[in-house]
């Protein structure tokens, strides 16, 4: 029997919309006080970021709340890793695979989310070969952590 997976639908993604957009000043590109966070999927051919919101958590010292949209072309595929963080995506646009460390993978398609937990390896990459995946994801991480872990070359 496959384990259950976390995949939520459009009203947790909505949640976590309307929390970070209560977050004063998540309307800006970005927060002039946080320091730059690196973004390995930038360096990868095929993958695009987007940061859309990067602030300060307030009544949380050193949190970094981060709303990002990222653009996988056909085919593109992100290697396996692992979050210090949680993350939650939203898929746009498109499918995309998941696929946790020993586990079968999963599709998310427009409209799906996924809770994808602190230290889980995975790999995650777009189902299509002709057409693009949009999505965004959201992290709460802490002020200067890395987010994303790589564990193969």
Same mark, same amino acid.
Do not use: C
């Given at each position: 029997?496959?384990?259950?997976? #976390?995949?939520?639908?459009?009203?947790?993604?909505?949640?976590?919309?309307?929390?970070?957009?209560?977050?004063?000043?998540?309307?800006a590109?970005?927060h002039?006080?946080?320091?730059?966070?690196?973004?390995?999927p930038?360096?990868?051919?095929?993958?695009?970021?987007?940061?859309?919101?990067?602030?300060?958590?307030?009544?949380?010292?050193?949190?970094?709340?981060?709303?990002?949209?990222?653009?996988?072309?056909?085919?593109?595929?992100?290697?396996?890793?692992?979050?210090?963080?949680?993350?939650?995506?939203?898929?746009?646009? %498109?499918?995309?695979?998941?696929?946790?460390?020993?586990?079968?993978?999963?599709?998310?398609?427009?409209?799906?989310?996924?809770?994808?937990?602190?230290?889980?390896?995975?790999?995650?990459?777009?189902?299509?070969?002709?057409?693009?995946?949009? @999505?965004?994801? @959201?992290?709460?991480? #802490?002020? %200067?952590?890395?987010?994303?872990? @790589?564990?193969?070359?």
């Open positions: 029997m496959k384990e259950k997976r #976390d995949v939520l639908r459009r009203p947790a993604a909505l949640l976590a919309w309307a929390l970070l957009l209560s977050i004063p000043g998540a309307g590109q970005e002039p006080a946080a320091p730059e966070l690196p973004r390995p930038a360096e990868i051919p095929g993958i695009t970021p987007e940061v859309l919101v990067r602030t300060g958590v307030p009544g949380a010292p050193g949190k970094i709340a981060i709303a990002t949209r990222v653009t996988y072309q056909p085919g593109a595929r992100i290697r396996k890793h692992y979050h210090t963080s949680q993350i939650v995506f939203y898929i746009i646009e %498109g499918a995309m695979m998941v696929q946790d460390e020993g586990k079968d993978p999963v599709t998310l398609k427009a409209g799906d989310s996924l809770l994808i937990k602190p230290g889980t390896v995975h790999a995650h990459w777009n189902a299509s070969t002709t057409a693009k995946l949009v @999505f965004t994801e @959201f992290i709460l991480v #802490d002020e %200067g952590q890395r987010s994303t872990v @790589f564990t193969e070359q």
